[in-house]
């Protein structure tokens, strides 16, 4: 499963969450710190390896 990065609104802090990409506009993620629901997702640039002979890699 995909890892999502998010922000919390109110307490500022950045924390991952897995989750499958049907869920992803569905699932509404709150702070673990805080619980609150006002969250971010973040777009970010991870590393990809496909593992069926390495055709695609991308790195940072």
């Not at 969450?17 to 506009?25: A, F, L, R, T, W």
């Not at 971010?40 to 990809?48: A, E, I, K, M, P």
């Amino acid at each position: 499963m995909p890892h999502y990065d998010h922000l919390c609104n109110k307490c500022n802090k950045s924390f991952v969450i897995e989750m499958k990409i049907s869920e992803v506009d569905k699932k509404k993620v709150p702070c673990p710190s805080c619980k609150s629901k006002d969250v971010t997702r973040q777009v970010t640039n991870n590393s990809f390896t496909s593992e069926s002979v390495n055709r695609y890699v991308w790195d940072k």
